[in-house]
């Protein structure tokens, strides 16, 4: 898609915490209601994980004459070994952006075991461009929240965030439920997986008032340890783990469009008192729903 800049955009700088001279993080949060334009230089053989964790932007390539755009809940994997790939990028209004820069010999290192595992760190590809777009879990979503969030002394501020740093690459690169599929072989029954999903679906569909676990077996016909055993496996996590990050990272995301105050959130996610969702929320994200509330505005 070809595009021409606009001129009339404001100028913008990225906020940039150092964690380590090849790791970086950048953040940005355009709170106005005009588009801002961001550049930063990310230096050569830097690979780029670009996370839109509110609002819409657009990446800029070729002096403006190629742009990607990004939406709300999607990331950016972006690597080119040949040469610098500098960063602008058009904030729309009302936009958060979270970025992490980290060399090719550093991410090497930390995947030296399972490189092969890694598309672009394989041997026959680490002197191929790479682009890969990401969907933000509600994991990933939680260690986004931290970091726009953090509120420490400075004298554990760095460590902080490059064990955060750390977190979100490597959940960038967890293996995707199909690859679990094929590892387990208890999955390999296509009819075990779609009940599994369908439990899934039924959690989520009722999450202020979830099924017990053995009325959910019963429901999608399967035995509990099945449906235990099976939804471990692809989702990696217990039923219930499953859904209260889902939970938390729903009423994170009614909490930002500003409608609902916090009894009403807690009781659309399924706690019928103030203070239990208020304990569940700051144990997912270490902060109560108020004072997140205030960090937005």
């Excluded at 290192?109 to 598309?119: G, M, Q, R, T, V």
Aim: glycine share 6%.
């Amino acid at each position: 898609m070809s595009t021409t800049p606009n001129k009339n955009n404001a100028k913008g700088s990225f906020k940039t915490l150092h964690t380590e001279d090849d790791l970086k993080m950048l953040i940005h949060k355009n709170e106005e209601d005009s588009t801002i334009d961001l550049q930063h230089d990310s230096g050569q053989h830097a690979i780029q994980f670009h996370f839109c964790i509110k609002g819409n932007l657009e990446f800029v390539f070729n002096e403006g004459r190629y742009c990607l755009p990004l939406q709300n809940d999607k990331g950016l994997l972006l690597y080119n070994p040949s040469k610098n790939l500098p960063i602008q990028v058009k904030l729309q209004p009302k936009t958060w952006i979270v970025s992490v820069l980290v060399s090719i010999g550093k991410l090497h290192a930390l995947f030296s075991e399972e490189a092969h595992y890694i598309d672009f760190l394989s041997e026959e590809n680490k002197h191929k461009k790479y682009y890969q777009e990401l969907t933000i879990t509600p994991s990933m979503a939680v260690v986004l929240s931290q970091i726009i969030n953090f509120n420490l002394h400075n004298s554990i501020k760095k460590i902080y965030l490059k064990g955060k740093a750390y977190e979100l690459i490597g959940l960038c690169f967890n293996r995707t439920e199909e690859t679990d599929v094929e590892q387990c072989p208890f999955l390999i029954d296509e009819d075990n997986v779609k009940r599994i999903r369908q439990a899934k679906e039924i959690i989520l569909k009722r999450m202020a008032e979830p099924p017990t676990l053995q009325e959910l077996s019963e429901e999608i016909g399967l035995s509990l340890k099945k449906l235990k055993e099976g939804f471990k496996e692809i989702y990696g996590d217990t039923v219930f783990g499953f859904l209260f990050d889902y939970k938390m990272d729903y009423a994170r995301k009614l909490l930002e469009t500003g409608k609902y105050n916090v009894n009403e959130v807690g009781l659309k996610v399924g706690y019928s008192t103030a203070s239990h969702f208020i304990a569940a929320f700051k144990k997912k994200f270490g902060t109560t729903p108020k004072k997140y509330i205030q960090a937005l505005s």
